[in-house]
């Protein structure tokens, strides 16, 4: 009889972990600070086929401090049930100036996975160290993924990973490494590519079997000039061709069936405006309302599902057909940081839209002082629009999401966040050529054709004629 258990406990077991569907996970400094400590957040995602399902990241090298909080909540779930989303909120105090590894180690991936991998395992590396060229301790790229990336068998796609770093690192991307320890079995699938600019190529092949791949890549931030990385009274060089951290990506990508055309909004859904593009950099302040408007196209089929992931209180909210919202209100714990939000639509033939990322900046603008300008002479953030309601009457539609309205109207402020840099004063025609640019953007991002804008130029006194 208890031999008849523990058979039955196993098996259960068993079942339940077979549903691994990958991770990510990145990190920040955090607040608190002393002579000899240091706390740090770590973020992740843990994908499993069920909500029930977890795993625990554990200290693998290093000094890995103690672990002050750790919270763990549900990010979004795919419409049928495939897979859940959850993210982990780690808060960790260690060892001011140091790094450490983390792991995550189980068994096992999705069953019948084409690659044949089983044991998960994902390693990232962290690194405090004080940098020379910002003075504060080093932060990770920032990037998510969704469980699971549809494409049809027949069809050229192009994964454009979201690689952002918040020092202004340049982000490379290479496939995981075994003798690193960083995955279990480490073979790319031959019908995959992988570019260090993080793009991700599925080329249709003869062989290219249908199913669900196992991708495991790591992402690492190579400083854009040789700095100084300081532990104590030690010093580390770190050139740009050394890197600082690293990040796990890990996730299924799912090869279906031929569609009858690999033209997107036919059968393979497309966004359209005002979706934001991908890589787009949106600013928020602590307790203001963020809403991202998205909407998409596919005329062979109807849409099924927005999918999304990103912070754990962000909400989706349907529009109309074929029109959604994602909103999120930060919270002062996310202050200071960057936060990534990928998406793409699914229609009811299971086809998948490509994926778009956006990163969202949350506190001071000044934070963006760090990032290193990519040309010698010039810098022009990306426009970005983010709607904040100007009412307080409500409806509920049907998904029950709250959506402020006006009797009669629904009236919006956009505000438009955009810094400009010059060695040397602008004219009134380049101001007018640079407004007229933005103009247009916006335009095409669905703003009226009559809407105006003004700009306010601020300089210092040597710089002003």
């Known amino acids: 009889?208890?031999?008849?258990?523990?058979?039955?406990?196993?098996?259960?077991?068993?079942?339940?972990a077979n549903h691994f569907h990958g991770t990510v996970i990145t990190y920040y400094p955090g607040n608190t600070a002393t002579d000899e400590f240091i706390t740090v957040v770590l973020r992740y995602k843990l994908n499993f086929h069920s909500c029930d399902e977890a795993d625990t990241w554990r200290c693998f090298t290093?000094?890995?401090?103690?672990?002050?909080?750790?919270?763990?909540?549900?990010?979004?779930?795919?419409?049928?049930?495939?897979?859940?989303?959850?993210?982990?909120?780690?808060?960790?105090?260690?060892?001011?100036?140091?790094?450490?590894?983390?792991?995550?180690?189980?068994?096992?991936?999705?069953?019948?996975?084409?690659?044949?991998?089983?044991?998960?395992?994902?390693?990232n590396l962290v690194d405090l160290r004080t940098r020379s060229d910002t003075g504060r301790a080093n932060s990770s790229p920032q990037t998510t993924i969704l469980p699971v990336i549809r494409v049809p068998s027949n069809c050229q796609w192009d994964?454009?990973?979201?690689?952002?770093?918040?020092?202004?690192?340049?982000?490379k991307c290479r496939y995981a490494n075994a003798t690193l320890l960083e995955c279990d079995d480490c073979t790319l699938p031959s019908a995959f590519s992988l570019s260090s600019s993080c793009v991700l190529s599925f080329t249709p092949t003869n062989n290219s079997a249908i199913g669900p791949y196992v991708i495991q890549l790591m992402m690492e931030d190579f400083p854009r000039q040789n700095i100084l990385m300081t532990q104590n009274s030690e010093q580390e060089l770190k050139t740009t061709h050394t890197p600082i951290s690293k990040v796990p990506v890990q996730f299924i990508y799912r090869v279906d069936l031929a569609a009858p055309r690999c033209t997107e909004g036919l059968y393979l859904p497309k966004f359209e405006p005002p979706t934001p593009p991908n890589g787009a950099q949106l600013n928020i302040e602590v307790n203001e309302h963020l809403a991202i408007s998205i909407k998409f196209v596919v005329l062979m089929s109807t849409v099924e599902d927005l999918q999304f992931s990103g912070p754990h209180n962000m909400n989706r909210g349907k529009v109309r057909f074929g029109?959604?919202?994602?909103?999120?209100?930060?919270?002062?714990?996310?202050?200071?940081?960057?936060?990534?939000?990928?998406?793409?639509?699914?229609?009811?033939?299971?086809?998948?839209?490509?994926?778009?990322?956006?990163?969202?900046?949350?506190?001071?603008?000044?934070?963006?002082?760090?990032?290193?300008?990519?040309?010698?002479l010039s810098t022009i953030s990306t426009p970005d629009t983010t709607i904040r309601e100007t009412t307080t009457s409500s409806t509920t539609p049907d998904d029950g999401?709250?959506?402020?309205?006006?009797?009669?109207?629904?009236?919006?402020?956009?505000?438009l966040k955009a810094i400009i840099s010059f060695l040397h004063p602008l004219s009134e025609d380049?101001?007018?050529?640079?407004?007229?640019?933005?103009?247009?953007?916006?335009?095409r991002r669905g703003i009226p054709t009559d809407s105006s804008l003004t700009v306010s130029q601020q300089c210092s006194t040597e710089n002003c004629s």
């Open 430 to 443: 380049i101001i007018s050529a640079l407004l007229q640019k933005i103009k247009d953007e916006l335009v």
């Open 62 to 123: 290093g000094a890995c401090g103690f672990e002050r909080s750790l919270t763990l909540n549900i990010v979004s779930r795919e419409s049928s049930g495939d897979w859940c989303q959850k993210e982990g909120i780690m808060v960790r105090q260690i060892p001011r100036n140091f790094s450490f590894q983390l792991m995550l180690r189980g068994g096992n991936w999705l069953s019948g996975n084409i690659n044949g991998v089983n044991v998960w395992r994902a390693v």
């Open 159 to 171: 994964l454009n990973l979201l690689a952002f770093d918040p020092d202004g690192d340049e982000v």
């Open 401 to 415: 999401t709250q959506t402020p309205t006006t009797p009669g109207s629904n009236q919006v402020v956009i505000g």
């Open 1 to 16: 009889m208890l031999l008849s258990v523990l058979l039955l406990l196993l098996l259960a077991c068993c079942a339940l």
């Open 323 to 376: 029109e959604y919202t994602l909103r999120w209100t930060p919270s002062i714990d996310e202050a200071g940081q960057s936060h990534p939000v990928c998406f793409l639509a699914q229609s009811n033939t299971r086809y998948h839209s490509e994926v778009r990322c956006v990163i969202v900046w949350v506190g001071n603008a000044s934070i963006t002082s760090t990032i290193q300008p990519t040309t010698p």
